[in-house]
């Protein structure tokens, strides 16, 4: 097993009458796996990015609907509506917003990862073009493999800041005063 290399080490070390140099597929090719770690990371700052841009717009979209629902805010206030109470729910419209928006991004995102081979022979054959020519890459077809851990940390941060992009708006539309927003109607 070439991932279990460790424990045959461990095995092979007192078989050895004499002192040795051991190498391994993975030490033989470190300078390609630190650029895949690189590029891991790289991977997850443009998802970060990416999901900052989707927490902005849910910001954007809150504030506009905070605007756009003023009068209504106002009414509920008069009602006897508490300022805790309209925060809840605009906290409670925008993380619905950002947990679907999550969760539809996650379900896409896995079957885009188990099907990435069908995806490309799809998209070859449609397009009649070698998308990926095992000439260049040396791989007979696109891997993809799906890490839970990875899965699981770009999924709480766009969740955290989901949540966190609804802040702002709920506590602009908890703050409105029913006077002024009443004033002219």
Known sequence: NPDNMDAMRKAI?????????????????????????????????????????????????LIMLVQDKARAIAVLRTM????????????ITGATIGFVGTGVGLILGLLVAYNVEPIRRFLAWVTGENLFPSEFYFLSQLPSRVETTDVVAVVALALILSIAATIYPSWRAARLDPVEALRYE
Do not use: K
């Open 13 to 61: 070390e007192p078989a050895q009458q004499r002192p040795m140099i051991d190498t391994d597929w993975r030490q033989l090719n470190r300078s390609f796996f630190d650029v895949l770690a690189v590029e891991s990371n790289v991977m997850f700052a443009i998802l970060a990015l990416i999901m900052l841009v989707a927490a902005l717009n849910i910001i954007s979209g």
């Open 80 to 91: 006897g509506a508490t300022r805790g109470a309209v925060m809840r729910i605009f906290l």
